[in-house]
């Protein structure tokens, strides 16, 4: 029997890349699943789920969705890419302040069993060694200042529930690497680095822009891997909060933008690097001893694959519509 068969888990913002790929793993193990929806219509149906319509800034909302749950994985945010991030970075703060305070509260009053937050890798200072959960240090990349302490607070109010009262709450706080893969955001104003190069080079735009010099690294992590690190990590009674769910490996944007071109045969020549677009941290590499050492889970799939795999997905998936268009052809 799988840890999760027979229980009655709440996917908060099961519209999005980890939403919708979590939810098809509980169910592949036999979990009974309620799903809220916000705004935008079902990417993803399964007649099994329980979908709900909310808005999970509002108190009462969060009070519905929580009750008769087991364990609730709260992955709905207010996030972007680096452009809003630079232009607007206000956007991340009252919004998803309100959702994982109220969305804590609401668990705790109705008894769920578990917690599940989705942190982030922008706690971290700018570092030229790979971060351990430890690292934090309130000194964060500055572009990242406002997030990154909407997320660090956000953990601290998890850890609030799982240590710092009478009747605890369990938490997990889990800080992923950069996520991509199927499901991912490929509107162009929502977009991260690699569902926007997957897109360009679908697309076929010439010249091919790249933002910055493509020197920029990174902790790239295919979405399966991170779902199947997340939940290995969730069953664990002993692990300890936070931990890193990365890959482990040192990738450049150039390395992401080569695996594109192998994959869709497009020449390097009409590559173009723009200086004078937003980027974000030129560095970020993420030590996954933690989870190696207290779980079984490694990551399995290479950029290359995960790469070809997305681009398979997005080719079959957008073959009728632009991502502009999704809403108005579901």
Known sequence: MSYYSNKRILVAGGNGLVGINLIKKLLDQGAIITSTVYKNKLRFKDKRVKYIECDLTRMKDCMNITRDIDYVFLVAANSSGA??????????LTPNILINSQML????????????????????????????????NYDFFEKYYIVGWMKLFSEKMCDMYNTKISNTMKTLVVRPGNLYGPYDKFKWSESKVVAALIRKGIEKKVPFEVWGDGNDIKDFLYIDDFIEGMLVAFEQKAISNPINIASGERTTINDVVDAICDVLSIKKSTIVYKSDKPTMIPRRLINIDKI?????????????????????WYKNYYKDFKPENENAYL
């Open 83 to 92: 452009e809003t991030i630079e232009q607007r970075p206000l956007s991340h």
């Open 105 to 136: 509260e609401a668990s705790y009053v109705n008894k769920i069993e578990k917690f599940c937050f989705i942190s982030s890798n922008t706690v971290y200072p700018l570092t030229d060694f790979p971060v351990k959960e430890n690292d934090v």
């Open 292 to 312: 190696k050492k207290e779980t079984q889970w490694r990551p399995k799939i290479s950029i290359e694959e995960g790469i070809s795999k997305t681009i398979d």
